[in-house]
C-alpha cells in the first residue's frame, strides 16, 4: 500500500508549525506520519556566516537535506527512523530520540521542502500556508524569544537580514505551485477543518 505523501511549507512564523500540531491531534499516528525539516539542520560549524559573522540557519545549505531525503524515502518504504531532536542551540533544552513511524498519510514539513528538488518531486499534494508578514514577525519574536531562549534584538536582526531575504527567495516563489493554499492572517480554523476531511476520506480509500 503506497502512502499518500504531502509537502506543507510556508515562511517563518506563518503557522506552520500551530497547523500541524493541530492536524496531527486529529488523528493517530498509524494514520498519520510527520516529519519535519527542523530536525536536520546541520551542525552549528557547519553553518554559515554573514557579512557581520552572524550565522545564518534561513538558508537551504542549513539543513542536510540529503539525510532528510533518505528518511522520507525509508519511511514511504515501511522503515521507521529513530533521530535525535534538534533544540536550536537552546542549552536549557534537553534533546529527546524522536521515532518516525510509516502511516498511510506521511506529512513532510519545512521551510525548503519545495525547493529540494528530490524532496518536491516526492509529493502527492502540495499546501502553502501564508500570512503577512506583520503578523509573521510577531509570531517569530514569541516563538524564539520565549520557546528558543534568543535576545529580542537577535531575533529582530535575523528577521531582516535572514528571514525575509530567504522567504522572498527560496519559498515564496514556490507558492504559485502549491495545489492547496491555506491563508493565517485571521485565523486558519477553517481551512483546517477542510483539511482535515480531505485526509479521512483520503484514508477511507483502499490506495492509501
Request: net charge positive; charged share 30%.
Amino acid at each position: 500500500m503506497k502512502s499518500f505523501i504531502i509537502g506543507i511549507t510556508g515562511g517563518s512564523g506563518s503557522g506552520k508549525t500551530t497547523f500541524i500540531k493541530k492536524l496531527a491531534n486529529s488523528f493517530s499516528p498509524k494514520q498519520l506520519c510527520i516529519i519535519s525539516q527542523d530536525d536536520y539542520y546541520r551542525p552549528r560549524e557547519e553553518q554559515k556566516k554573514d557579512e557581520n559573522g552572524i550565522i545564518n540557519f534561513d538558508l537551504p545549505e542549513s539543513i542536510d537535506d540529503r539525510t532528510f531525503l533518505n528518511d522520507i524515502q525509508k519511511l514511504i518504504q515501511g522503515q521507521a527512523i529513530r533521530k535525535q531532536e534538534y533544540t536550536y542551540n537552546n542549552k536549557s533544552a534537553q534533546p529527546k530520540i524522536i521515532t518516525f513511524h510509516p502511516a498511510p498519510i506521511i506529512i513532510v514539513e519545512g521551510l525548503f521542502v519545495f525547493h529540494y528538488k528530490k524532496i518536491a518531486n516526492l509529493f502527492d499534494l502540495k499546501v502553502f500556508i501564508h500570512s503577512k508578514e506583520n503578523l509573521k514577525v510577531i509570531r517569530r519574536i514569541k516563538r524564539d524569544k520565549i520557546e528558543r531562549n534568543y535576545p529580542l534584538d537577535d531575533v529582530l536582526y535575523r528577521y531582516e537580514n535572514h528571514v525575509l531575504p530567504t522567504f522572498e527567495k527560496y519559498i515564496l516563489p514556490y507558492k504559485e505551485k502549491a495545489d492547496i493554499i491555506i491563508n493565517n492572517n485571521k485565523g486558519f480554523e477553517m481551512g483546517l477543518e477542510v483539511f482535515k476531511n480531505f485526509l479521512a476520506q483520503k484514508l477511507k480509500k483502499p490506495d492509501v
